[in-house]
């Protein structure tokens, strides 16, 4: 349905293969109609100057959970995903520490230092992700500390990509 209509897919968060495989089915079903589609996927941002110090933020996001909720809202989803094509849906494979971010957005893996994140976000663009949907524990902060630690090195790494491939081209 998505391929036929929509100009957008959002997804929940996960791993770059899986996110790959998603924008390649839906981008090539868009294909099929004459159309193109762009992919979107959730993401939890925890960049931190050191990996330690955001692998630590996450342990306390999903310690600090209330374990009830967590369990209901696993509940809710997997009776949901009983209801889709696949009679599976977007959250079977997710654990419990997955489910503290409702959708999915620990699964995607952008925790760590800026440069760990940069490269990540570099990866799920060449993977067919045209939007990460991000989320962020303190948001204002740390949009502030993102776009002055991470997304710049993000456009230096796509800039860096353009001009190899620029160079490819160039000697081919």
């Known amino acids: 349905m998505a391929a036929e209509n929509s100009d957008w897919y959002f997804t929940n968060g996960g791993s770059i293969e ?19 589609l762009r992919v979107g996927a959730n993401a939890f941002i925890i960049a931190r100057d050191t990996e330690a110090e955001a692998r630590e933020v996450h342990a306390e996001i999903v310690a600090k959970a209330d374990p009830s909720a967590v369990a209901g809202f696993a509940e809710a989803v997997k009776q949901a995903g009983q209801s889709t094509a696949d009679g599976i849906g977007n959250w079977a494979k997710s654990s419990a520490a997955d489910l503290v971010q ?17 490269r990540r976000i570099v990866a799920l663009k060449r993977a067919g992700i045209d939007l990460v949907l991000a989320g962020f524990l303190h948001f204002q902060d740390e949009v502030e ?8 090195l993000v456009r230096e790494l796509e ?4 001009s190899k491939s620029l160079e490819a081209v160039l000697a081919g």
């Not at 409702?102 to 940069?118: H, M, R, S, W, Y």
């Not at 500390?145 to 710049?152: A, K």
């Open 102 to 118: 409702p959708n999915d957005g620990f699964k995607t893996n952008l925790i760590g230092t800026p440069e760990q994140v940069a």
């Open 18 to 36: 899986e996110l790959r495989a998603q924008a390649m089915q839906v981008k090539q079903g868009a294909a099929g109609f004459g159309r193109q």
């Open 145 to 152: 500390y993102f776009g002055r630690r991470v997304y710049p």
């Open 159 to 162: 800039a860096q990509a353009a």
